[in-house]
């Protein structure tokens, strides 16, 4: 890459970035509220942002513990290589980041108990329990999101975008730090995550109903998936005619590849749609001497 061109990438990114502040800064100024849906106070909403925070370092540690020790899942073929895969340390924009989204992070999780317990089309007692709004919602949330997510994630790896937004999470090739890893975009790119999830969410409360306690485990599982998505374990599982299909080793395929495998739950946009699918590969054999 020419020099003037990685200047003016540089500037473009440095925009986007001042963009992103501006945005914060004004939801801070004018809509307050959208931070706080609960009204709380200042120091109960720091409270309640270090219990979130805690909460996710228990869980991923968590996730991490019954996959090693319960499950026994085996390490990914390219982790067991005497040669340690390349591992890159967080650097200071991965620490704003990792800030930046934790509030977001915090935000959402607010905004999502607030929509629960407020709204008048998500049930929420045992006896509104049902199989349409617990297992017919749960495939609705996964489908919805990934074909949301797939094709917006595709458009963040256009050439255009690419050096802008995205460029930062691939910073890692081999991701090994669970939440870390996962948690390590820009901004920009974690909120259009937040709307996808968003957009799961309303569409299954909408189609089936969804109770509850299956939004509560919906975003449970999504999190410990896109934990161990960025692990270094082979773990995959398929639910048979749902089209549903989970494998740790196609998102490490994505991260190597740059430009295969979008989706994370539902392969469809790669299969079917943008072809963009790529099978797992393991390491490359050695070069023989000549």
Known sequence: MGKDRRAEQQLQSQLVNTFTVLVCAYILRYNINYLNPWSLT????????????????????????????????????????????????????????????????????????????????????????????????????????????????????????????HKHHHRQHYPVRGYLDAGNEHPIEHAIGVCCTWAAVLSAVFVTGAHAVTVFFFFNIHAALAMLNHSPYDVKFCIPYTGLEYSVGNHEMHHRKFTVNYAQYVMWYDTKMANTFAEYEGPSPPKKLS
Request: glycine content about 2%; proline content about 8%; hydrophobic content about 50%.
């Open 42 to 165: 200042l120091g109960q909403w720091i409270s309640f942002f270090v219990f979130i925070r805690c909460a996710i370092t228990f869980y991923d540690h968590l996730v991490i513990y019954v996959i090693d020790h319960w499950i026994k899942a085996p390490l990914l073929p390219t982790r067991t290589q005497p040669k340690p895969v390349r591992r890159v340390d967080l650097d200071v924009p991965s620490i704003i980041f990792l800030s930046f989204n934790a509030v977001n992070e915090c935000v959402f999780v607010q905004r999502l108990c607030h929509y629960i317990y407020y709204s008048s089309s998500v049930p929420r007692l045992p006896e509104d329990v049902g199989l349409l709004n617990t297992l017919g919602a749960l495939y609705v949330m996964f489908v919805v999101n990934d074909l949301m997510y797939a094709p917006l994630h595709h458009i963040l790896h256009l050439p255009a975008m690419y050096p802008l937004v």
